[in-house]
Structure formats: C-alpha cells, structure tokens
C-alpha cells in the first residue's frame, strides 16, 4: 500500500496548513475506504505520536488533548484521501505528520494499530 502525503511546508504561528494524504492506485483504495485512518507526528527529537484519527465513516473522531479545537481530520472515500485540517498552529506542531492505516474499521489511537503508512510531509511552524 503506497500513500502520499503533501500539504506540508512553513508557516507562522496562528496560520493554517491542510495535510492531504491520499493513493493513487485502486486496490489501495479499496483498502483505504474499509479501515480507519490517522494523522500522526514525530517532532525534532521525539517519538511519533498521535495526532487525530477516524473511523471508516468519518463519522467517529479522536485527538490529541494538545490540538483539541485546532485540528480537524477527515477522509472522502470516493477519493481514498484523508486531510488534516490544521488552524492556529504553533512552534511545537512543528513536525513530520505521517498519515497510516489501521488494520480495523473503528477508530483507534494506538499506534501498533496501524498496518500501512505514508511518507511524511514536514511542518515548521516559526514564531
């Protein structure tokens, strides 16, 4: 399973960036649109972490208490694409955010729960 994220890039603190993570092949499509999806960051430094997650529907949603508020996930199945919506950010969003796959239809937070993962896109957020 082959994803591709963009969306990444600098920005100042308080701006907006939208991460999209989306294939380009059919059968990953397919893959994409039965599982649950999430959004995950690995600052300068530090282990990866959760960012947001939802569940095949888009409809069930978690998050990290540190982008409650600031960040929204979603995902258009006809498209096998997931976004992350990210407003007000901040110097310590500052990260690669990888997008994953998880082996199950619900939402989870759990990383060992994720089976596939995208590339990373950078985000800087300066001061």
């Known amino acids: 399973v082959q994803l591709q994220a963009s969306g990444g890039g600098l920005v100042k603190a308080g701006g907006s960036l939208r991460l999209s993570c989306a294939t380009s092949?059919?059968?990953?499509?397919?893959?994409?649109?039965?599982?649950?999806l999430g959004w995950f960051r690995q600052p300068p430094g530090k282990e990866r972490e959760i960012v947001a997650a939802t569940d095949w529907r888009g409809v069930s949603t978690n998050y990290a208490d540190s982008v409650k508020g600031r960040f929204t996930i979603s995902r258009d199945n006809a498209k096998g694409t997931v976004y992350l919506q990210m407003n007000s950010l901040k110097p310590e969003d500052t990260a690669v955010y990888y997008c994953?796959?998880?082996?199950?239809?619900?939402?989870?937070?759990?990383?060992?729960?994720?089976?596939?993962w995208g590339q990373g896109t950078m985000v800087t957020v300066s001061s």
């Open positions: 994953a796959v998880s082996r199950y239809s619900g939402t989870t937070s759990a990383r060992e729960d994720y089976q596939y």
């Open positions: 092949r059919a059968a990953t499509r397919r893959t994409i649109t039965n599982n649950g």
